[in-house]
């Protein structure tokens, strides 16, 4: 049976990709946790993959890293792939990559953390973030508007893996992004697959400091969300 190594689920938005693509894609496998930042986890990551990150995809001896090598793996398998008209693929593949490849900024200074909810006023946001959080808005206008949706590109592609945990970030951080972005959220939310994740998330024992301090000091993300 396949595996997949995930890290936290509250925190960790490569393994949150990677969960939501393997369930909605309706793929026979078991996930295997291990949490970032804890005890020994980068000897345990090692374990499973030389680049020692999260997620990892195990068929049978085969580890398979990096998210966009375990969608297009398993796109061949029948899961979730790209969108069928050769135009709207490549797009749909140039986001995906921009997402893969991007958004430092945006990372660094608004991390995942699902079970958690706070208000940032934006103009504490560097100008890079900001610039990126209007990037995304614009990427999300213009499929959502020229699709009509629901998804990026209609149905549900590797695409739209890609963008679900920005739109979750701003959701934690109270960000008002715009309309789209919105949209966009609500769709990810309505995932069963998301919501089984979010309960997963939500009964971690482990905080991490580092990230949970991004939330003001009177806001436990334990408490919130
Ligand atoms: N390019 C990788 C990125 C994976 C990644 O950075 N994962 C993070 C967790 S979200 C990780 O494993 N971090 C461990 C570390 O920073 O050493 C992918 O697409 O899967």
Known sequence: MLKLIV???????WSLRAGLYLRESG???????VPL??????????KYSPAGRVPVLLDG????????????TLAERGGIGWPTDPVQRSRARSLACEMHAGFMALRDELPLNLRARTSLPLDTLSSACR??????????????????GPWLFGPLSIADIMYAPVVLRFATYGLSTGPASEQFLRQVQSLSSFQ????LARAEPETLEFIDQRLPAEQSPLTLG
């Not at 890290?7 to 938005?13: E, I, K, L, T, V």
């Not at 793929?27 to 946790?33: F, H």
């Not at 930042?37 to 090692?46: A, C, K, S, V, Y």
């Not at 001896?61 to 297009?72: K, P, Q």
């Open 131 to 148: 610039a990126q959080i209007d990037r995304i808005e614009a990427i999300l206008e213009q499929e959502l508007g020229r699709s009509g």
């Open 27 to 33: 793929l026979d496998y078991e996930e295997i946790r």
């Open 37 to 46: 930042f804890t005890g020994n986890w980068r000897d345990e990551l090692l």
């Open 196 to 199: 089984q994740w979010l309960e």
């Open 61 to 72: 001896g085969n580890a398979v890293w990096d998210s966009l090598a375990i969608f297009e």
């Open 7 to 13: 890290g936290n689920r509250n925190y960790s938005s």
